[in-house]
């Protein structure tokens, strides 16, 4: 079993930055790809971005190529995300998830633990 609990969000003006944790309890976390999905109003849940158990690789969606940065901390049991030139169309509840070793996953049905999310909020 694996837990996750993402923290980090809030509002923020265009162009801003925000660093999204998700920390993760359970065993062997070094062994689980890792990601994070966004979901807004209305709108079904989208990929973000993943990162491998090594985190030596990641892949990201094209909305966020270069504004977004996806990394993880084996030692502290985190993963991040780090958001830079946010945008209004980023506002979403974001989601981080973890599956055991499957690469890559880039779908939610790829994924079977996921955390509560945290609010992200873009808006002048």
């Known amino acids: 079993q694996v837990q996750l609990v993402e923290s980090g969000g809030g509002s923020v003006q265009p162009g801003g930055s925000l660093r999204l944790s998700c920390a993760a309890s359970?065993?062997?976390?070094?062994?689980?790809?890792m990601g994070w999905f966004r979901q807004a109003p209305g709108k079904e849940r989208e990929f973000v971005a993943t990162?491998?158990?090594?985190?030596?690789?990641?892949v990201y969606a094209d909305f966020v190529k270069g504004r977004f940065t996806i990394s993880r901390d084996k030692a502290k049991n985190t993963v991040y995300l780090q958001m830079d030139s946010l945008r209004p169309e980023d506002t979403a509840v974001y989601y981080c998830?973890?599956?055991?070793?499957?690469?890559?996953?880039?779908?939610?049905?790829?994924?079977?633990?996921w955390g509560q999310g945290t609010q992200v909020t873009v808006s002048s």
């Open positions: 990162v491998s158990w090594s985190g030596g690789s990641t």
């Open positions: 359970g065993r062997a976390f070094s062994t689980y790809t």
């Open positions: 998830a973890a599956v055991w070793n499957t690469w890559p996953a880039r779908t939610p049905a790829d994924y079977n633990y």
